[in-house]
């Protein structure tokens, strides 16, 4: 069974200072990994998807993120916060068509 | 944009009645997707589409049903609707080649009271 945990269900940093989501995975198989990102009112976005080869994946706005298999995580970072990041994020793992989201870490960005 | 409307955006409606969400596509995407999204467990999958009338349940599929007859429109229909379905409903679509939910339409707030 596959299943996703994200650390911190609140982040908040500050302008200009580093962003760091965390979540870490578990899988029998494989696995399909995505982040997405929700403002308010609105529907997810994916910002980026791990499926394979390169570990270090590159996404949409400036973020990132790395696979660890033997850390079994997935965590998402942006050097430097802007207003404009401060939003709900969501992480998730896939096989086939059964995704799974994690329970979301809403990220406030202060001035 | 991916092409993706969901209808109505708000409704409140009382325990026992039917009610029927849809979403409409405009990009012939092949997968379609409903999810609820409720606070503290991320969206949960209800049911998904892989083609014209080819359905499948998800994790929550209790107390829901779907059609789908033309590629671009999907619906979710509650047959007697209960306080515990209230939510916010979300249908998504895959991207290119993928089977994963790749865009998401911007949700239907549903009451049930």
């Known amino acids: 069974a596959q299943s996703v945990t994200q650390l911190g269900s609140h982040v908040s940093v500050s302008e200009g200072a580093l962003v760091l989501l965390r979540c870490n995975y578990s899988?029998?198989?494989?696995?399909?990994l995505f982040w997405y990102v929700q403002y308010p009112n609105q529907g997810l976005q994916l910002l980026l998807k791990?499926?394979?080869?390169?570990?270090l994946v590159k996404g949409i706005n400036g973020f990132e993120a790395e696979f660890k298999k033997s850390e079994t995580s997935f965590h998402l970072t942006k050097p430097s916060a802007h207003m404009s990041d401060a939003a709900e994020y969501f992480c998730?793992?896939?096989?086939?068509?059964?995704?799974?989201f994690g329970a979301g870490t809403r990220l406030f960005v202060k001035a | 944009d991916a092409g993706i409307t969901q209808s109505p955006r708000h409704k409140v409606t009382e325990t026992g009645t039917p009610v029927t969400l849809r979403c409409h596509q405009t990009?012939?995407?092949?997968?379609m997707y409903w999810y609820r999204q409720d606070p503290g467990h991320g969206l949960r999958l209800i049911h998904y589409?892989?083609?014209?009338?080819?359905?499948d349940k998800g994790e929550v599929s209790d107390g829901y049903s779907v059609s789908r007859s033309k590629t671009e429109d999907f619906l979710l229909t509650l047959e007697s609707a209960t306080s515990s379905q209230t939510s916010v409903y979300f249908c998504?679509?895959?991207?290119?080649?993928?089977?994963?939910?790749?865009?998401f339409g911007d949700g239907t707030r549903l009451s049930i009271l």
């Open positions: 998730a793992v896939s096989r086939g068509f059964k995704t799974i």
């Open positions: 899988s029998s198989v494989p696995p399909y």
């Open positions: 791990y499926t394979t080869g390169a570990t």
């Open positions: 990009e012939n995407h092949r997968y």
């Open positions: 589409s892989y083609g014209v009338k080819d359905t």
């Open positions: 998504a679509v895959a991207g290119g080649d993928s089977n994963q939910p790749q865009h």
